[in-house]
Every structure is written in C-alpha cells, then in structure tokens.
Nanobody, 126 residues
C-alpha cells in the first residue's frame, strides 16, 4: 500500500513537500515515481523517480530545477520537495512503484507501474 500526503493550497512561488509512505515490502528493490494528473486531463504526467538502492533519479523537464525527489528507506518514505510552484503545477499527485529490474530512469511512463497510491491534491493559486 502506498499513501501520499502533503498536498494543499499554496500561492504561486510557494513550496510544498509531498510524502509517499509504503507498507510491506513495496519499496524493496523498487523504483518509486511521482506522477500528476491535472484537472480535466486524462493523462498522468510522470515527473520524477528514484531508485531504492542507488542514486539514480529522473526529472521531467517541466519540474527540473524546482522539484527534488529523495528517500528515507528507514521510514519507507519517498519525498517530493516542490519549490517555486506555478499554477500549472495544480494537479492530483500520485506515487507509484515498479521493480527496478524493469524500470528505466531515461523517461517515465505511467503504464506498467505495479502499485499506486490514491493521490494528494496540490492547488497553486492566489
């Protein structure tokens, strides 16, 4: 089970930190990724991912330089620090995991992810 938290309402230029807590063995030898789905959009955009066992990460161009992904294996938690938020960052943010054996850090696609959380809403508005 994956549970996201940390969403909320923030003004443009503000910051939020999302958390994704995993139960069981979900994070072992896994990649954890953050996706987002904007209001009215069908597609989930892959924005960042991190390996459970080494320093490999991925960032989409839309968030590079503003968002930082990190993990605390002892707490079974992956974080997404979001700075300089923009109105276009408004979305439901989901975390998902997939076995490292079948994961690439060159891109990020929602298809084929093994486990998903239920999401947390981030709203960036005045």
């Amino acid at each position: 089970q994956l549970v996201e938290s940390g969403g909320g309402l923030v003004q443009p230029g503000g910051s939020l930190r999302l958390s994704c807590v995993a139960s069981g063995t979900i994070l072992d030898s896994q990649a954890t990724a953050w996706f987002r789905q904007a209001p009215g959009k069908d597609r989930r955009e892959g924005i960042s991912s991190i390996s459970s066992s080494d320093e490999r990460t991925y960032y989409a161009e839309s968030v590079k330089g503003r968002f930082t992904i990190s993990r605390d294996n002892a707490k079974r938690t992956v974080y997404l620090q979001m700075n300089n938020l923009k109105p276009e960052d408004t979305a439901v943010y989901y975390c998902a995991t997939k076995s490292l054996r079948y994961f690439t850090f060159d891109s990020l696609d929602s298809a084929g992810m093994d486990y998903w959380g239920k999401g947390t809403l981030v709203t960036v508005s005045e």
